[in-house]
């Protein structure tokens, strides 16, 4: 999705009658924590003004996000959850380890959510600065964490119909 001209932080809220029922899980990356962190914070609290409770929603941090992919297939099999969001944030450096871990990543996260029963959603940032970064997690572009957790929220619904 493109954020030129939009702000990730608007959107209408959910009528979730069951709300107080779903359990998610965030999976963080430790890695440019500044970033995740502000993701992480913004999406929690979407997801309680939502209707959520707070002691249901389980945090899982990870050193960066390639073990993203490790941490939500293990997750996915073993726990109970209604939804996993997995939270990164990669910028490009001066090599192109950006890129492949760009790719091993998106396509991890594919490959659970063609395997698992239930959503894995993709909340990893992939820019080309840090002020990019900043931009889209609290900053002139809103925070990516809001679109995240009502991401997983919609696909609860769906997964629930």
């Not at 396509?107 to 992939?126: A, D, E, M, Y």
């Amino acid at each position: 999705m493109s954020t030129a001209n939009k702000n990730l932080s608007n959107y209408e809220s959910l009528d979730i009658s069951f709300a107080k029922k779903l359990k998610i899980a965030i999976v963080v990356s430790e890695w440019n924590h500044n970033i995740t962190n502000s993701l992480y914070n913004a999406c929690k609290t979407t997801l309680i003004n939502n209707g959520l409770e707070e002691k249901k929603i389980n945090n899982f941090n990870v050193p960066g996000s390639y073990e993203l992919i490790f941490a939500s297939n293990k997750i996915s099999k073993e726990l109970e959850y209604d939804a996993i969001i997995a939270i990164g944030s990669i910028i490009r450096g001066e090599t192109p380890h950006f890129d492949y871990i760009c790719q091993a990543v998106s396509n991890g996260i594919q490959k659970i959510n063609l395997k698992s029963n239930i959503p894995v959603i993709f909340g990893v940032l992939t820019d080309d600065t840090m002020q990019q970064a900043i931009d889209r997690s609290g900053g002139k572009h809103g925070n990516k964490g809001v679109e995240l957790a009502i991401s997983a929220l919609k696909m609860i619904l769906f997964n629930k119909k």
